[in-house]
């Protein structure tokens, strides 16, 4: 079978370099591996946790739209949507959402770190969590588990969701999977080199910091300005400086080849001042970077292309998604309701035929209960001998459904013309596979 590899990027802000190499780089390059079946998405429920601006929400869709395209993306692949086009998505939210500890959400960072930066402001610990922050890694297990995920590059500041979402997986399995894997249990996929790319000041690169390089905006003199602003140790031209633990060197080695690597890391042990190994920076980056920017100031010009684009995926993710969630809602007994007895509305219905093979329960003018089985088109499969008591037809039935065709031996019943023990087999394997 193949591995399915599933990444999503909440839509607040504007893609940066960050985004780039932990996200969106080793993504697109495992969706070009054999046997890899991508699912790439815009979280923009995720967003809405997060933000609270409609036109900042718009306009970040559009571009990191834009910026996974712009960086190679072959739609024709992989499977790119925006989580807000797959209403399953949310309908699975709820499954989970009933199954998950709160004791566990209690433990997520994102909210313990909101309790504690509110904490430190003198404020009660949840005055800044809405619901949506607090049950937000269930929202990205669904995510995940919508669509069987093997695999699910991230940030190491993910992981933990990742774990949590096995561990729902797993839950959900046991509870509901009678043995059965509902769910594939996803593993996080770190590109190690690179996990978490530094920001400007050393810290991760984060909006949230407000350190971050970006990757598009502002062409390649914002690229140089924000390079510039990289903060280095004070060391002189001709010193030499240890390359290890310097973010712009991390920064560097995030799109430098083996050699370019070795080479720059020797040149700064070697004495390379600091402004001159920022400008290589730049070109390396810039090298790197500026052909996708074009295509992205193309793409960012024509958003009905994007749209057509995210609706037909959203399309082929639905292929997906909507038979696990029908399996899913058939698992927790969310059912179609089949009657055992309808007796009276199949007749009156005379040419409409029930989908399933069915059972009849019916009285008929002498008094006596009957039961008959009929095929999915209708024909009949077994009558009943009448019986004095309703409860007897009744417990014929209930044995049929519970212990197969075997009860054929016992029963008081006759095959229907043309119908034979293999038919009734099937039947009854339809009728108890379409009620559970
Ligand atoms: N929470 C992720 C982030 O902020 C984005 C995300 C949402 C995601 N759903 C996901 C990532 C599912 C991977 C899988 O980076």
Redesign the pocket.
Known sequence: MSQRV?????TTGTPHLGNYVG?IRPAIAASREPGVESFF?L?DY?ALIKCDDPDRIERSRLEIAATWLAAGLDTSRVTFYR?SDIPEITELNWLLTCVTAKGQMNRAH?YKATVDATLAAGEEPDANVTMGLYC?PI??AA??LLFN?HR????R??VQ??EM?RDVAQRFNHLFGKGRELFVLPQAEIEESVATLPGLDGRKMSKSYDNTVPLFEGGAKALKDAVARIVTDSKLPGEAKDPDGAHLVTIHDAFADAATRAAFHADLRGGLGWGDAKQRVVQLIEAHVGPMRERYAELVAHPERIEDILQEGARKARITATPLLAELRQAVGLRRMVAVSQPKAAKAAGAEKSAVPVFKQYREADNLFYFKLTAADGSLLLQSQGFAEGREAGGWVKRFKTEGAAVLADAPVTLGEGADRTAVEEALAALVAAQE
């Open positions: 599933l990444t999503g990027i909440t996200a998405f979280a995720h989580q994102a937000y929202l990205m995510d995940i995920a699910v590059p991230v940030g500041d993910q969701h990742i979402a």
